[in-house]
């Protein structure tokens, strides 16, 4: 639905929607754009996948009333009250599942959360906060000086998909700490949070990046790192080279020019705890989720073979690559994690952090 469309909608609308679905992201720009024009909206957006409201959702396992057990009633009364002129039904304008990402047991999740409502989608307090691309893989509240960091592009292994929204694979949220290892994947991830945050809305990513050819993809994946060094991914994303200046015509990039790639990853409602941490990955490809690219800026029907591409990701301010967070509540971490931490040294800091912040929350009680 574009907007000249919603434009024209004057009747009234129940969506219902779910942060893992395929659409999530057409249904919230739908959940966020629409009330501006219908005189009547209701939203519900839940942690689902295209499926349809379940306890296991991906790798995650969630309480009964995250289903919202409710809503098949609610929705049998909306289409009476629309079809048969029944009572109009009492729904909030938004409804909408926090989520918070608990303990792994066994091989899946076991997560929390809570219902809440809003006037509006994202909620009105939500505001834009940026992580920038540091070195040493950081994200930072200031932007640094770094070199470009080449990832070299194989056509022939492309980087698998594990989750996200699809319809004919396995879909949700999964784990990714073995994607997240390949040679062909760039993550940056911040400090472990000192005290809980809560992030309501859409997270987008801008990434300046160069080609060795006229054509590739930002693939871009938002994650939480759990205290254990559990690597959980909540939305992606992925943005054509030849489109960057618009969907409209095959424009090729110039091979070496950094180019500006925004990358919108989807919904998200997500509490973080304390320990945790925020990282975004950022590759070439995601197969089968997204067609590979060949990295050639042909039409895609003229069966071009493809050819291997460096990605080169800038990380200076002339260029500054960031991750953009809708954030409801709390602070994001100022720091990076400290050279090496990633690969060696990961959970003994969130230890660490989680260590002082439950000093801090003893110290509270004694007084």
């Not at 960057?244 to 110039?254: E, H, N, S």
Request: proline content about 10%.
């Amino acid at each position: 639905l574009r907007s000249d469309e919603m434009k024209k909608v004057h009747h009234p609308v129940f969506i219902v929607g779910g942060f893992f679905d395929i659409f999530a992201p057409d249904e919230s720009r739908i959940a966020s754009e629409l009330p501006r024009h219908a005189r009547d909206v209701s939203i519900v957006l839940g942690p689902w996948t295209h499926a349809g409201p379940a306890a296991m959702q991906g790798e995650l396992v969630y309480p009964r009333d995250a289903a919202l057990p409710s809503l098949d009633d609610e929705e049998r009364a909306y289409f009476a009250w629309c079809l048969r002129g029944a009572a109009r039904p009492v729904l909030p304008a938004v409804r909408y599942y926090l989520s918070e990402l608990g303990e792994r047991e066994h091989d899946k999740f076991a997560m929390r959360g809570e219902w809440r409502t809003s006037e509006r989608w994202p909620p009105a307090q939500t505001h834009a906060v940026s992580l920038f691309l540091a070195p040493d893989h950081g994200l930072a509240t200031q932007t640094a000086a770094g070199a470009p960091v080449a990832l070299e592009l194989d056509p022939s292994d492309p980087m698998p998909t594990r989750g996200g929204g699809n319809f004919s694979t396995p879909a949700g949220p999964f784990e990714q700490s073995e994607l997240d290892r390949r040679r062909d994947v760039y993550v940056a991830t911040t400090a472990p949070l000192t005290s809980p945050l809560e992030l309501v809305g859409t997270p987008r990513a801008f990434v300046w990046a160069a080609s060795t050819t006229d054509d590739l993809d930002v693939v871009v994946r938002f994650e939480q790192v759990t205290p254990d060094g559990e690597v959980v991914a909540f939305a992606d994303g992925l943005r054509r080279g030849r489109f960057v200046q618009g969907d409209d015509a095959i424009r090729p990039l110039k091979p070496g020019e950094p180019t500006l790639f925004a990358v919108e990853l989807g919904p998200i409602a997500l509490r973080v705890r304390e320990g945790s941490a925020l990282r975004i990955a950022i590759s070439g490809a995601s197969s089968p989720r997204y067609e590979p690219n060949p990295n050639r800026a042909l039409p895609l029907s003229t069966a071009a073979a493809p050819v291997a591409a460096t990605l080169s990701l800038y990380l200076d301010p002339a260029h500054p690559s960031r991750l953009e967070l809708p954030l409801l509540r709390g602070a994001l971490p100022t720091g990076s994690p400290p050279r090496g931490i990633l690969s060696h040294g990961w959970a003994l800091l969130a230890l660490v952090a989680g260590i002082v912040a439950a000093g801090v929350r003893f110290r509270r009680r004694k007084t």
